[in-house]
């Protein structure tokens, strides 16, 4: 196979071995029609179904297909993380096992990225086949990552998107950051994200993933982002101005009582020690949160200096294809 390929699919899935023979093949079948070289990359995450038996089945009959299966469920970002790795297309596409992603939108993807100059496309299914107690807490998500990250989608959390080659090697994921694949990419530079209305289908085989907590955990991951990305390079501007902040307050206080004093006793006015004053409690407080804070920053920072960014290591059980 040459390493020079126009596409990567890359294919994130759990229990889904009813409908991997039928994805594959509609995979196949618009790769064939639109001439492109490619790979299909199943990447089971710890099924306990047959679904990594169907995968190594279609790898025999189809040397473009690769398969990397885990130990056990680590979760859609770290099966991303690793289809991410291994991709050796120059466009990168996304999309769900599950059938409700068309693979009739990748020639429109595609042409987006490699004619348009996108860097990343995400699909936007206007029209849902969900039930409302996952569309409502979606669109709360959505209009909370375009109010924090500044990038104008509708749908962060589509699973069918393109991406040049170069987009996803930047990225390191870890968590729930699959929901937040735009604001990564635009926080690592490549701020050409674009979006296309794509066909939303009903669910044809199995039952939804989605649960309460995935959309918990995604916004709690959206503010981890949100902090990571403006503060894991330079931590001291984060905890050294609060701690300044602190310290300066709590000085301040602390001389105010101080003064009040001298000056009662210097006119001959009542007063009372500056430790008997409920304030004083707060500045000693105040300054002490500010050294803490200030310290953490310090700290950070020497850790920002001598550590390496790593990925994250996941137990890989089997490949094929590879």
């Known amino acids: 196979m040459t390493d020079k390929l126009q596409l990567s699919v890359v294919i994130p899935l759990y229990n889904e071995d009813e409908s991997l023979p039928e994805l594959h093949d509609w995979l196949v079948r618009v790769m064939t029609e639109q001439g492109y070289t490619y790979?299909?990359?199943?990447?089971?995450?710890?099924?306990?179904?047959?679904?990594?038996?169907?995968i190594t089945r279609l790898a025999e009959r189809n040397p473009n297909v690769r398969g990397v299966r885990f130990t056990r469920n680590y979760g859609k970002t770290a099966?991303?993380?690793?289809?991410?790795?291994?991709?050796?297309?120059?466009?990168?596409?996304?999309?769900?096992?599950?059938?409700?992603?068309?693979?009739?939108?990748?020639?429109?993807?595609?042409?987006?990225?490699?004619?348009?100059?996108?860097?990343?496309?995400s699909g936007w299914k206007q029209k849902?086949?969900?039930?409302?107690?996952?569309?409502?807490?979606?669109?709360?998500?959505?209009?909370?990552?375009?109010?924090?990250?500044?990038?104008?989608?509708?749908?962060?959390?589509?699973?069918?998107?393109?991406?040049?080659?170069?987009?996803?090697?930047?990225?390191?994921?870890?968590g729930e950051m699959h929901r937040n694949l735009p604001i990564v990419a635009k926080w690592n530079g490549f701020t050409r994200i674009?979006?296309?209305?794509?066909?939303?289908?009903?669910?044809?085989y199995g039952s939804t993933?989605?649960?309460?907590?995935?959309?918990?955990?995604g916004f709690l991951d959206l503010l981890v982002i949100a902090f990571v990305q403006k503060f894991s390079r330079r931590p001291m501007h984060l905890f050294g101005t609060f701690g300044t902040l602190s310290f300066f307050v709590g000085t301040l206080i602390t001389m105010y009582l101080?003064?009040?004093?001298?000056?009662?006793?210097?006119?001959?006015?009542?007063?009372?020690?500056?430790?008997?004053?409920?304030?004083?409690?707060?500045?000693?407080?105040?300054?002490?949160?500010?050294?803490?804070l200030f310290l953490a920053g310090f700290l950070g920072e020497m850790?920002?200096?001598?550590?390496?960014?790593?990925?994250?290591?996941?137990?890989?059980?089997?490949k094929t294809g590879f």
């Open 209 to 217: 993933k989605f649960g309460l907590d995935r959309f918990i955990n």
């Open 128 to 174: 849902r086949y969900d039930p409302l107690t996952k569309t409502l807490p979606t669109k709360l998500f959505n209009a909370v990552s375009r109010w924090v990250s500044g990038v104008q989608l509708h749908d962060f959390n589509s699973g069918i998107k393109a991406y040049r080659q170069p987009v996803v090697k930047s990225m390191h994921l870890y």
């Open 79 to 121: 099966a991303l993380q690793t289809g991410f790795q291994a991709a050796r297309g120059a466009v990168v596409i996304t999309l769900d096992a599950d059938l409700q992603d068309s693979p009739d939108e990748i020639p429109e993807l595609y042409r987006l990225i490699t004619a348009e100059g996108y860097d990343l496309v």
């Open 258 to 292: 101080i003064g009040e004093k001298l000056y009662n006793i210097a006119n001959q006015l009542r007063y009372r020690n500056v430790t008997d004053n409920p304030l004083f409690f707060l500045a000693l407080v105040a300054i002490i949160l500010g050294v803490q």
């Open 39 to 54: 790979e299909l990359l199943f990447i089971d995450d710890g099924s306990t179904d047959q679904s990594w038996s169907v």
């Open 303 to 318: 850790l920002v200096r001598q550590s390496s960014q790593k990925n994250g290591d996941y137990l890989i059980a089997e």
């Open 194 to 204: 674009g979006e296309k209305v794509v066909k939303h289908q009903a669910r044809k």
